[in-house]
Structure formats: structure tokens, C-alpha cells
């Protein structure tokens, strides 16, 4: 046996052992050396998604490649549910990930119980595992806010000291204190303090499908940017920049230009700081374009770039292959964008796919998990645990050597003006690229390395090697099953059978299969939103 037949054989061992398809409306955050996924589908096998009630982390510490990238997971509790488009924070010093918000999944039985409003916090122990306990809630050392009811599909961000939580909706799926069938949107940006976990209101504004991230480089106490605020389907196209100033605690606009997006949902955003260049980009990838779905809609497969100051989109060339929605992207301030799940809005089988009876394609990276290089513009196969730091591309540079572009030919206002041409105090980075990864190159002196092994001897050792690989292999799946920490996308468990119904009512709207999403308030030419809460109306202005 050569060595070309051992590792088509371990290759071949592989696929057969991963049942993984598809993943979709995860949660997942940075960690340390970890990103940690949570909640969400999997499916499992062709046409059959399951509720995932795993956390699982990816370990950034190892080089990896798509195809043989694995996690590591562990079970959590049957009081701690997990849901549907989490929000995920990471609190650094207190190693913990707070987890709040979310929807009970449609992959499960529909008559499972919402679980009360509460606040757990996931503590990694550094090796992909961890705990879970309730620290807001019926059994945390708190009580949940009684005048919040959990909230869904709202936009999210983070920095080492707060969560935020932009909009969303509630319905019976959402809190069992809702008496609401259809969805109804909550205003205000929700605000979780890590050190003593109390939350505020803000009160202002009413979003969901858009996507935000911190910047703590301009302003004196950082930004909130939000791209494509609005509700459904009233989104304002990705021309216009929102912008929260937490010292006011006040939005502002500014128009963007260059190669702008065309509107979409489900899709994805990472922020990193240019330090050399002295920009802030936004990475955009994905989505359903036009909130359409099926073989007519555009390939999402696009990457966008926003860089501030400039206000300037930008558009990497690539030809376009795997569309892609409802994912999440990461980095690690490094030149690699992580990118984790999501559906192909493409395939013209995914709305039955829906009702666990499609034939959605299998996932074209291994555990749904791509690279993309932030620098180069390209996708790779492959992430390097000690990758260089994050430069902006060449296009980006380019355009910044011209002074006069460094800001937008004219600002909205003074305010949002004197936001970017005043330096933070705060030398923080963005929660999800806090660490600074660089290349540590080691001379090896040729006299060093030990002789050459004759042919005979490379096949008798790739003959053991493979044996024991087997017999381990073995071993790992006939006692890992026991154990709370399983590897679910590795080892292939039977997944409950539940009755659904095969097909969904004609009245949804394809596009609500990417954000599930079935709410019925309109926005108003006036550019006010009335809706119902708690039984009154109210009015609430977009800023």
C-alpha cells in the first residue's frame, strides 16, 4: 500500500463517519482561541434538519484545512434551550459567553414549551468544551427583567464591557408571556452591562434584518454602525450608514458611496481596523439578495467592503460560486474572515427543505466552515493559525493614497462629521478581533533533520499508522457516544422523528424561510411605525 491509498483510505474513512449537511440560524462568537457556535438547525442527513442543542467550538490555535476541520461539542442542559438566531457576548474577564434572545426552532415538534426569559452564560475551559449555568432567570442569582420579553432576529453587536441588541420581535416562540400568534416588532436598543448583567433601554427605533458592529476608533467612547436598518420589507438600501454615538446615546446617518449592495437579508458582516492605513472595514458576505429565493434569484456568493472614514463601498472580483445565507462570519484581526453555515437561497428545493422533506445540497465545506482572505480578496481552503495581521487590499490602499479621499466629499451633518475626524480615547479593538496574530518563522538547519527512511519502511509505518488510526477511530466512536460531549457532525446519531407537515402554507412568503419571519407591520410613508405592545399603540420614529 502506498501512501497515496492510506490517505484516500483515512479520506474515504472520513466521509463516511461525517453525516454533516447543512447549518443554519447558529450563533456563534470568539473566544480566546475558540469560536464558539451555538443553537440553530443541523441537518444531519439529506433533507432532515434537527434542533442543534450543542455548543461546539473550533479551535483557531491549530491549522486546519476545509476538509478535515472538526469541533468539539458538548451537550448542554435540558433547562438551557437552545434557540433560533441567538445573540452570542463574550465577556474577557469573566470568561464567560452570555447567550439571550432567540426563537424556538420549526425543526422541532411545535407543541415544545418556549422557555421563560433568562440569561445563561456558557464559561469555555479553553479546550472547545464548557459549562453552562443561568445567571438571569427562574434558577440564575437574578431575575430576568419583568419588562422584557425575550426578542428575536434583532441586530447585534459587542465590545469587552457590553452587549447590544438592536429591535427584533416577540411572538409565543420568542416568551411564553407573549400571548401574540404573529410577530410583533419591539422598539429599542437593548444594552447588557457585563459587570453587574443589568439591562437598558434606550427606547429608540425599531429594526431587524440589518447587521451592526462596534467601533471604538471614533467618537469619545466608540460607534455602533448599522447597515441596512428598516423592517420587513421596508429596508433602506446599503447607501445609507447608521450610526449610534453611545455618548449621546443618539443615531445619525451618512451616506455611503462606491460599488453599493444590492438590498438582501441573512447576511453577514465582520469589522477590523486597518492599523497602518487608519481605516475601520466592513466585511459583508452573502445573503438573499432582494429578499428572494429559488434558481431566478442573483448568486449572493459577493463579498463588499465599507470602509470608514470614507464612507467608500467596494466590491471584491471573484467569479461568484456557492451562494449563501443565513451564516455567520468572524476574525481574529487577522488577514482571515471565518465564515460558519448558512442555506444555498438558490436551490429551488429550499422552501420544502423547510418542512424537513427537500433535497437541499450538501454544504460545499466540511462542517459548513470557509476561509476567506481579507487582504488578497480570494477564498482559500485552508486557515493558518499564525496568518498575518489584517492590512486592507490593495484597492482599499489605492484609493486612500489620494488625500482628498480620505473622507466623503460632504457629511450629513457637523455631528456625524466631528464623530470621524475625532479620535476615541479608547485604544480598545471590536469583541471578535481582539487578537493579534503574527508569523513566527524558524530556521532549521539542514544537518538537524534525521535521515531519510527507505520506500520499504515509509509503507510498513503508513500500514501501522493506518491500523492504529482504525483501531482508535474505533474506540473514540464506541465510547464517545457515552459521553455528554459528543461530536454530533462526526458521529452519525439517529435523530427524533416528529410529525411536520410536508409542505408550507402558501400564504409565507419565500423570503421568510432565510429569516423566518412572518410579521405584519408596515412602515408608513410618514416614516413612522405604528405597532401594538402590551395592548396600546405606539409610535415610534426611525431616526
Not at 429591535?167 to 444594552?191: F, M
Not at 487582504?375 to 482628498?404: A, Q, R
Request: net charge negative.
Amino acid at each position: 500500500m502506498d501512501l497515496v491509498s492510506l490517505f484516500a483510505l483515512l479520506y474515504l474513512f472520513y466521509g463516511l463517519t461525517n453525516c454533516f449537511w447543512r447549518r443554519r440560524y447558529h450563533a456563534a462568537v470568539l473566544a480566546g482561541d475558540w469560536i464558539y457556535i451555538d443553537g440553530g438547525d443541523i441537518m444531519s442527513e439529506q433533507g432532515k434538519y434537527d434542533r442543534n442543542n450543542s455548543t461546539c467550538g473550533l479551535d483557531l490555535s491549530k491549522n486546519w484545512t476545509n476538509s478535515s476541520v472538526l469541533l468539539t461539542c458538548t451537550e448542554r442542559p435540558a433547562k438551557a434551550v437552545a434557540l433560533n438566531t441567538e445573540a452570542l457576548w463574550f465577556d474577557e474577564e469573566q470568561n464567560s459567553i452570555y447567550c439571550f434572545g432567540g426563537d424556538m426552532s420549526f425543526a422541532n415538534d411545535y407543541h415544545v414549551t418556549t422557555p421563560f426569559e433568562s440569561i445563561w452564560a456558557f464559561t469555555p475551559d479553553g479546550k472547545g468544551a464548557g459549562n453552562w449555568r443561568e445567571v438571569l432567570g427562574p434558577t440564575g442569582a437574578k431575575p430576568f427583567p419583568s419588562d422584557i420579553l425575550r426578542p428575536s432576529s434583532g441586530v447585534v453587536a459587542s465590545n469587552e464591557s457590553h452587549g447590544y441588541y438592536l429591535g427584533g420581535w416577540v411572538d409565543r416562540a420568542t416568551s411564553p408571556l407573549s400571548s401574540k400568534d404573529s410577530r410583533e416588532l419591539v422598539p429599542g436598543l437593548l444594552i447588557l452591562n457585563f459587570s453587574d448583567l443589568s439591562i437598558t433601554n434606550t427606547s429608540d427605533g425599531v429594526y431587524e434584518h440589518g447587521r451592526m458592529v462596534d467601533v471604538p476608533s471614533y467618537g469619545t467612547s466608540g460607534v455602533l454602525i448599522l447597515l441596512s436598518k428598516g423592517t420587513w420589507p421596508h429596508l433602506l438600501p446599503f447607501n445609507t450608514i447608521s450610526i449610534y454615538d453611545k455618548t449621546k446615546q443618539k443615531w445619525y446617518s451618512q451616506l455611503a458611496s462606491g460599488a453599493i449592495p444590492d438590498p438582501r437579508i441573512a447576511y453577514c458582516i465582520v469589522g477590523i481596523r486597518g492599523i497602518e492605513s487608519d481605516t475601520f472595514e466592513i466585511f459583508m458576505y452573502g445573503g438573499a439578495i432582494n429578499y428572494r429565493i429559488g434558481p431566478d434569484t442573483v448568486n449572493s456568493d459577493q463579498v463588499y467592503i465599507l470602509s470608514i472614514p470614507a464612507f467608500q463601498w467596494f466590491q471584491a472580483a471573484y467569479p461568484p460560486a456557492f451562494s449563501r445565507a443565513a451564516h455567520t462570519c468572524h476574525t481574529t484581526n487577522t488577514n482571515q474572515m471565518i465564515i460558519i453555515g448558512g442555506v444555498d437561497p438558490t436551490n429551488d428545493t429550499i422552501r420544502v427543505g423547510w418542512a424537513d422533506s427537500g433535497d437541499e445540497p450538501r454544504d460545499p465545506w466540511a462542517e459548513g466552515i470557509g476561509i476567506f482572505d481579507m487582504t488578497t480578496l480570494k477564498f482559500k481552503d485552508s486557515y493558518e493559525s499564525k496568518s498575518k495581521p489584517y492590512e486592507p487590499p490593495e484597492v482599499i490602499k489605492s484609493f486612500y493614497s489620494v488625500k482628498s479621499n480620505r473622507y466623503p466629499a460632504s457629511w450629513t451633518s457637523s455631528a456625524v462629521q466631528d464623530l470621524f475626524q475625532t479620535e476615541s480615547k479608547s485604544d480598545q479593538v471590536p469583541n471578535g478581533t481582539d487578537s493579534q496574530a503574527t508569523n513566527s518563522l524558524v530556521p532549521i538547519n539542514p544537518s538537524s533533520l534525521p535521515p531519510i527512511l527507505s520506500s520499504g519502511a515509509i509503507i510498513g509505518i503508513a500500514i501501522s499508522v493506518f491500523v492504529a488510526c482504525g483501531a482508535i477511530a474505533t474506540f473514540f466512536i464506541r465510547t464517545r457516544i457515552k459521553k455528554d460531549r459528543m461530536k454530533p457532525s462526526i458521529l452519525c446519531r439517529e435523530l427524533p422523528t416528529t410529525e411536520r407537515p410536508n409542505e408550507l402554507p402558501a400564504s409565507i412568503d419565500p423570503a421568510e424561510l432565510l429569516d423566518h419571519h412572518t410579521d405584519r407591520t408596515e412602515l408608513a410613508d410618514t416614516g413612522t411605525i405604528e405597532l401594538s405592545r402590551r395592548g396600546r399603540q405606539e409610535q415610534v420614529e426611525l431616526p
